[in-house]
């Protein structure tokens, strides 16, 4: 599984994706890491996603506005 194709910059043997291990050199491109292995700083973001989404339902606002600010944190991805 990949995020669609999209890549995050070039990269070489000996320059490395910024962002490792979560962006992969492939090809000389970097591209977003599979779901698969799950890093350290993943297992926080599910945790803390888990409990904030919660304590949205419960409020019962939408949880877009917390939600993006998080995946940016914990899982390396940027706005484009």
Same mark, same amino acid.
């Given at each position: 599984?990949?995020?669609?194709?999209?890549?995050?910059?070039?990269?070489?043997?000996?320059?490395?994706? =910024?962002?490792?291990?979560? @962006? =992969?050199?492939?090809?000389?491109?970097? @591209?977003?890491?599979?779901?698969?292995?799950?890093?350290?700083?993943?297992?926080?973001?599910?945790?803390?996603?888990?409990?904030?989404?919660?304590?949205?339902?419960?409020? /019962?606002? /939408? /949880?877009?506005?917390?939600?993006?600010?998080?995946?940016?944190?914990? @899982?390396?991805?940027?706005?484009?």
């Amino acid at each position: 599984m990949t995020n669609g194709g999209e890549t995050y910059g070039s990269c070489s043997e000996t320059e490395p994706c =910024e962002n490792e291990p979560f @962006y =992969e050199c492939r090809d000389k491109l970097c @591209y977003h890491k599979d779901v698969f292995p799950i890093e350290g700083l993943e297992w926080g973001g599910y945790f803390t996603v888990s409990i904030l989404m919660a304590l949205c339902n419960v409020a /019962g606002i /939408g /949880g877009g506005a917390i939600d993006q600010p998080i995946m940016q944190v914990f @899982y390396k991805f940027e706005i484009k």
